[in-house]
T-cell receptor, first 116, second 116 residues
């Protein structure tokens, strides 16, 4: 079965600084990878996704992520964070089983705190 | 834009009550999902459905059941609520007409259930 690890439970970054959130997955084949963001009191919003092709994918709100097969990683980055980026971030992996929709497997999340 | 609506934002129920959580999506999506979200545990899949009257168990189905009588509506049922079911419940939907069965999930804003 697939799994997702987000090693950092909390990360604190100063406003304007760069950000990298780590995500490692475990799966035997090429997975489908996603990053979601959850603002307080809200549902999850898709930031970006990777299925195939270019390993650097661009998402909304200035985020990007890079798929590295050799490291089984899909880290999320942003060159300059804004206070509004404070939220919970989830990495997720999906697999195609051929039998229908199996949903996604989520990491436990990384809580991002922005310092003024 | 896809809209996934969960009928209640907050619910307080007593132990032993039968509880219904309702979810409606307006984008004609085939797939619908129920997750629960707990601090430190991330999102865990309870049940999903890829068609009307079809349902599949997720990772933590015990104590729950679901109903999908219409394509747009997916209900989560707690037959006899218990205090360990106090949680945030998130409904999601996705399309099967995209290139992959693992198309992005679109989430509702969640229902925070407290069982006393």
């Amino acid at each position: 079965a697939q799994s997702v690890t987000q090693p950092d439970i909390h990360i604190t970054v100063s406003e304007g600084a760069s950000l990298e959130l780590r995500c490692n997955y475990s799966y035997g084949a090429t997975p489908y990878l996603f990053w979601y963001v959850q603002s307080p009191g809200q549902g999850l919003q898709l930031l970006l996704k990777y299925f195939s092709g270019d390993t650097l994918v661009q998402g909304i709100k200035g985020f990007e992520a890079e798929f590295k097969r050799s490291q089984s990683s899909f880290n999320l980055r942003k060159p300059s964070v804004h206070w509004s980026d404070a939220a919970e971030y989830f990495c997720a992996v999906g697999v195609y089983s051929g039998g229908g929709a199996d949903g996604l497997t989520f990491g436990k999340g990384t809580h991002l705190i922005i310092q003024p | 834009d896809v809209k996934v609506t969960q009928s209640s934002r907050y619910l307080v129920k007593r132990t032993g009550e039968k509880v219904f959580l309702e979810c409606v999506q307006d984008m004609d999506h085939e797939n619908m999902f129920w997750y629960r979200q707990d601090p430190g545990l991330g999102l865990r899949l309870i049940y999903f459905s890829y068609d009307v009257k079809m349902k599949e168990k997720g990772d933590i189905p015990e104590g729950y059941s679901v109903s999908r009588e219409k394509k747009e509506r997916f209900s989560l049922i707690l037959e006899s609520a218990s205090t360990n079911q106090t949680s945030m419940y998130l409904c999601a939907s996705s399309s099967r007409t995209e290139s992959s069965y693992n198309s992005p999930l679109h989430f509702g804003n969640g229902t925070r259930l407290t069982v006393t």
